[in-house]
Structures are given as C-alpha cells and as structure tokens.
C-alpha cells in the first residue's frame, strides 16, 4: 500500500555533496517519522538520521556538521543533503518511514526503500 522510491545517489569524489530524495506514495494518512539509513558492504545497517512530522532530528555522530536531513510533509518527501563526503561514506542508503499510518488498515507501519548507492572516491 505504500511504497518509498530514493534517488540522487552516485559517484562523487571526496569533500563532494550529493543530494538524495525519497517519495513516499500510496494510501498514506500520515507519516510520523521518516529516516535515512545506510549499509557498506560487511557491515551492518546504520542509521544516518531521521526526522519527525514536527522537525526534530537525529544524526549519527559520524554525519554530525557534513548532512542535513529535511521533509516536506504535504508531499511525503525526505531529503538528505550530503556535503564533505569522505570515501567511508560509500554504502547503500536506504529510506524509512516509520509509523505510518495507512488507509483502510489498522494500526501504524515501516516501510524501506530499495537503496540507491552512494560511492565516494579518494
């Protein structure tokens, strides 16, 4: 009923920026909180940030001061804006919407994206 789709994802070199974007569509009463998270090959899934319908945020301290995480509520929409990237930053990144609320079905729900990939040479 819900589906995450990301984009902006790609090849940069190192001190670049990216910009990513995830569209939440379906039968979405509201979102309460949407996030970024991101895995690196051997390595287990990380949260990068997130932010709720009210704007409050969360940053691992690895992206503290270099990403910024912002949310357009009317279009479900969640940014990610990547500066001084470093090559340990390379991983998929991957969207989630947490506790949705979706029309017709009780109670709240997650959702991910597919992951776009974010590779950052030295």
């Known amino acids: 009923q819900v589906q995450l789709v990301e984009s902006g994802g790609g090849l940069v070199q190192a001190g670049g920026s990216l910009r990513l974007s995830c569209a939440a569509s379906?039968?979405?009463?509201?979102?309460?909180?949407m996030g970024w998270y991101r895995q690196a090959p051997g390595k287990q899934r990380e949260l990068v940030a997130h932010?709720?319908?009210?704007?409050?945020?969360n940053y691992a301290d690895s992206v503290k001061g270099r990403f910024t995480i912002s949310r357009d509520n009317a279009k479900n929409t969640v940014y990610l804006q990547m500066n001084s990237l470093k090559p340990e930053d390379t991983a998929v990144y991957y969207c989630?919407?947490?506790?949705?609320?979706?029309?017709?079905?009780?109670?709240?729900?997650?959702?991910w994206g597919r992951g776009t990939q974010v590779a950052v040479s030295s």
């Open positions: 989630n919407a947490d506790r949705v609320l979706v029309g017709g079905l009780p109670g709240e729900y997650a959702y």
């Open positions: 379906g039968r979405i009463l509201s979102i309460n909180t």
């Open positions: 932010i709720t319908s009210g704007g409050s945020t």
